[in-house]
Nanobody
Framework: QVQLVESGGGLFQAVGSLRLSCAAS????????MGWFRQAPVKEREFVAV????????RYIDSVKGRFTISRDNAKNTVYLQMNSLKSEDTAVYYC??????????????????WGQGTQVTVSS
């Protein structure tokens, strides 16, 4: 069983920055690829970014490329999402998720086995 806890959300100004963290309670964090998803009001949950177990592979949705960076620290059992140049359309609940395919760069939420409870990010313009 993997427990994931996101943190770092809140209210932010457009063009600002923030970093989300997701701490995993698991013995073998490096066994998982880790993804970030988000769900805005009245929209479906969408993929944001994913990182392989060793951090060498990443994938992003087009709308965040060049603005967001996913990273991980396996020694701390934590995955991060650095969000720069914030836009109002980034407002959403952000979720981290763990994929047992540690080499996977999956964008579909069905591929992920464990989910956090989410953290709200609100960007005001």
């Amino acid at each position: 069983q993997v427990q994931l806890v996101e943190s770092g959300g809140g209210l932010f100004q457009a063009v600002g920055s923030l970093r989300l963290s997701c701490a995993a309670s698991v013995r073998t964090f490096s066994s998982y690829a880790m993804g970030w998803f988000r769900q805005a009001p009245v929209k479906e949950r969408e993929f944001v970014a994913v990182i392989t177990w060793n951090g060498r592979g990443t994938r992003y949705i087009d709308s965040v490329k060049g603005r967001f960076t996913i990273s991980r620290d396996n020694a701390k059992n934590t995955v991060y999402l650095q969000m720069n140049s914030l836009k109002s359309e980034d407002t959403a609940v952000y979720y981290c998720a763990a994929d047992t395919d540690r080499w996977g760069l999956n964008q579909g939420d069905h591929a992920y086995d464990y989910w956090g409870q989410g953290t709200q990010v609100t960007v005001s313009s």
